[in-house]
């Protein structure tokens, strides 16, 4: 009913306004939340927001709603939201920057969200959130929202705190698998799948694990076998996905693909089809379009993935046919202006001859919800 009509009328303002009111009444009922989880309700908001970012009673009333879904007040929990959620809050936060109602509901939503690691962890990652809290914790001129934002702000530092000694030991421990005689390749690649999965590190672990990977898979045919089972390019993925934004981390997994999908037999294209990797390369070179240092490694994975028919379907279908061609015909483009550069100076010196850049967190207190 009402998140069809939101569907069918996410153009329209007005109507916004009034179905955001009503969602935002409802949410809070338990057996309302579970229904609106299953239609997936916190995607659909978080898309009329984007679409409406300047309307102040909207992104209040969506950060409300988009709070109280992720609360279940029986059992005193927080759901681990999408990387979406969170950017749509915090979006709401920076867009709305003196709009107390907007700011008090994001604020209050964001505080909700940290009770849950996995959430706070996702957040330290969105662009401008430890400026947007400060700024509220500084200038708000109501105590509420600076108790909030600060509350957040705090929580969000200490993990930064703890992160990055936990950052120390496991990239040690990493390095320490590298560079033992006595550890396997099979200790050794197990030692980086294990410390990729258990957390959302920073840009440098993640590239100095993906740069260790190349190096075992660089040893020998039985070490890329070792690299490209299922379970360790699922993480790779994982990663690209966490850290789209990255040129280094992109860069790195992209040459990690091609390395593979170009050995001799087809095990590789198929592992990196079935570990869903064909979709973050196509999403690297579309993401940093100008960025030589990625367009080439992930052009190059997909023209070698594209052999292999099931690969190729794939890549058609998520646009990547019409990625490679772009690539292919920029490419060209500039081949022929350095060309025609190299041709018009030739010509212009020979006429003028003679002149010359978790810990794991557990805060408290319970969280709320907003009627």
Known sequence: GVFRA??????????????FGCLRTISPDSEGRHAIQQLLGAQR?????????????????????????????ENQEVSVVSREELETVVRALGDHMRNESVVSSACFALKNYTYEEKNLRGLRRCDDIFSYLEDAGKYSPKHEIRVNATEVLERLRLLCEEDDALEEIALGSMQDAMRNPNMTVEESAITIHDVLQEYEWSEKLICYSLDSLLTIGNKGSAYIHRISQLDVLKVVVNAMRKQKKSPKVQERACELMKFLADQGSSRGRSVIRAADGIAPIISALRVHRGVEAVQIPAFGALKVLAQDQRCNEVIESNGGLNRLRDNIISRLDSNNNVHSNNHHHHHTNHSNST?????????????EKVA
């Open 6 to 19: 939101l569907e069918d009328h996410i153009k329209n303002e007005a109507f916004l306004e009034t179905a």
């Open 45 to 73: 908001v978080c898309r009329a927001m984007a679409l409406h970012r300047s309307v102040a009673s909207i992104q209040r009333d969506g950060c409300a709603f988009l709070s109280n879904v992720a609360v279940d007040m």
């Open 355 to 367: 002149t010359l850049p978790s810990g794991v967190l557990q805060p408290s207190p319970i969280p």
